[in-house]
């Protein structure tokens, strides 16, 4: 449930009209200029968009704003929403198996399936670079990968009860990586062609709206494959809320075979609408007449054409910026602080009892949270600091973090005899994630926009997806890391049942199977849950204090200093 929003925001930013102008105002900076600080030209692109009413109402105002794009806005939510869905049903998979008694270890493993996300750089070049003319830049790989997308979850849906060891048998959790992974790699470079698109589908004044359906379709594509998923499979909730008394079961409506089954059909009809249906226009660079805005000449600053190796020899530049080297260190060591918490509460949650249905249930509260947070939170981060943001949120993620260590450590106390839990206990538990989510996305929203800030629009998406990747990279290693090592810290006694005298340790799976078959119980004696969540907290007060200044420092570095090509105005 506590999940860091493994989301890409191509372009991010505010959420409100606005305006261009010309590069030619930015503010040049050296060594011996005053403290770094901007004028007003340096965000002249934020001044309100004189051609809407500001004193109408909001519904007019949005539509003044969003005219001309508004099938374009419609086609990006959809595309993202179904990049979610492959992400939400691999969100669900440790679900799952931590129902079946799989040990951390084990969830690490799995857990190397979000990876390619984290790794797409390494491919994104050619994305970017190679394609086909008459099909376009951007559809020559997204409708593709769709295809393959729907055409994996067919064949996956007639394998995966075999794999989960729904038929008899443990969980192959090793072949479950493999096959999630491919997946996985799918989804991931179906992302890269779709950020690239959203750059060029939406006009200038309005790509700032690309993070929001990003932000909002991932989330309701992550819901449709996570939340919807469990609380459908679940007999539970199935019984509880969708069935009468005379026809309550013990499976729920659904499975994972038919639900991926179902979503393979959709990947396929809907990409092939898209595929006949859409064509690629450029709106990103306006003509001197467009909606009756005038463009001044040389304002315009095409997304350059470069080829596989060119965009490697790019990303190499990107890399050599001095100001770049900061921003590697905090993409990929600042999450390690919230690793232990989001990676593995909710798996703990399901160790205690508390049913899978129940999680999904709690997901429901926040998902619509979820989607109005990155609009709410947009104003904030539109202006030149927007890692401020980030910097009062950091602290507060961290006490959260050992909120929910107090609350594991709470729920057990309140379980029912028959093994279930006060209405109380969750109603805690959605309270401690609403606040976790306003955290988190606090955090990644303002990141986000500081990357679209500072990435260099001439180079596309190439930019924008290695700092995104390394943002991504920066949230899946701590995570896998911790599930590895936690095991470590955990200690089992085997004891006789209904006494406290211990047999001997039982901390292997072979040993805690071995107690429970001579009828003792196999008891947690120290939980290195509480370990984990410690040390990453300690290690999260450190990094702040590291980092907090170098991270105000890179808000005052114009975002010229950022840029790998000049404007084409100062060329």
């Not at 890269?192 to 700032?208: E, F």
């Not at 969708?242 to 013990?250: G, H």
């Not at 990279?473 to 085997?494: E, H, Q, R, S």
């Amino acid at each position: 449930m506590a999940f860091e929003p493994d989301v890409d925001f191509s372009t991010a930013g505010g959420h409100f009209p606005r305006v261009y102008l010309p590069p030619e105002h930015e503010r040049k900076y050296s060594d011996d200029e005053d403290d770094g600080e901007y004028n007003d030209e340096d965000f002249a692109h934020l001044i309100p968009d004189p051609n809407v009413d500001p004193n109408a109402n909001w519904f007019k105002r949005t539509h003044d704003t969003l005219k001309g794009d508004i099938s374009s806005i419609l086609l990006l939510l959809f595309l993202y929403l179904l990049q979610g869905v492959p992400l939400g049903l691999i969100g669900a998979i440790p679900l799952l198996l931590s129902g079946k008694h799989v040990s951390y270890g084990s969830q690490a493993i799995f857990s190397f399936a979000y990876w390619p996300f984290s790794l797409k750089l390494l491919w994104a070049p050619i994305v970017d670079s190679v394609f086909s003319k008459r099909l376009g830049r951007r559809k020559s790989w997204m409708v593709p990968c769709q295809y393959l997308i729907g055409a994996f979850m067919l064949y996956l849906s007639y394998k995966v009860n075999d794999i989960m060891g729904d038929n008899g048998g443990s969980p192959n959790v090793v072949f479950l990586m493999l096959i999630f992974l491919p997946l996985n790699f799918l989804a991931a470079t179906q992302d890269i062609a779709v950020d690239g698109w959203a750059l060029t589908m939406l006009s200038r004044k309005n790509v700032g709206y690309a993070s929001t359906c990003n932000a909002v379709g991932q989330t309701a594509g992550y819901f449709l494959g996570n939340i919807v998923f469990l609380a459908l499979e679940s007999p539970t909730f199935c019984n509880d809320f969708l069935r009468s008394k005379e026809n309550y079961k013990d499976t729920g409506i659904i499975d994972l075979a038919g639900y991926v089954f179902f979503w393979g059909w959709v990947f396929i009809v809907t990409t092939t609408l898209v595929l006949v249906l859409k064509r690629e226009v450029d709106k990103s660079v306006p003509s001197n007449q467009n909606n009756g805005e005038v463009v001044p000449a040389g304002e315009e600053d095409e997304e350059l054409e470069l080829g596989v190796a060119e965009s490697y020899a790019v990303l190499y530049k990107i890399l050599k910026l001095k100001s770049i080297h900061y921003m590697v260190a905090i993409l990929l060591t600042g999450k390690l602080a919230f690793a232990a918490s989001d990676g593995m509460t909710s798996l703990k949650l399901i160790e205690m009892g508390i049913p899978k249905d129940r999680l999904a249930g709690i997901g429901v509260f926040l998902t619509p949270m979820q989607i109005m947070l990155p609009w709410m939170i947009g104003k904030w981060t539109a202006g030149p600091r927007p890692l401020n943001v980030f910097l009062l949120a950091f602290p507060y993620r961290i006490f959260i973090g050992g909120v929910f260590a107090a609350l594991v450590w709470w729920t057990p106390h309140f379980s029912l005899p028959d093994g279930k839990f006060e209405y109380s206990v969750y109603i805690v538990w959605i309270t401690g994630y609403i606040f976790h989510q306003l955290a988190t996305y606090s955090m990644f929203v303002s990141m986000m926009a500081f990357i679209a800030q500072i990435s260099d629009p001439r180079i596309g998406g190439t930019y924008m997806t290695m700092l995104n990747t390394l943002n991504n990279l920066g949230g899946n290693w701590p995570v896998t890391v911790v599930l590895a090592v936690t095991d470590w810290f955990t200690y089992k006694d085997c004891v006789v049942k209904g006494t406290k005298e211990i047999l001997y340790a039982c901390n292997t799976k072979v040993l805690a199977d071995q107690c429970s078959s001579g009828g003792d119980v196999c008891e947690v004696a120290v939980d290195g849950y509480f370990i984990s969540v410690a040390i990453c907290s300690v290690i999260g007060v450190i990094w702040y204090k590291v980092f907090y200044n170098k991270i105000k420092y890179l808000q005052k570095i114009p975002r010229s200093q950022w840029r790998v090509f000049p404007s084409r105005s100062a060329e």
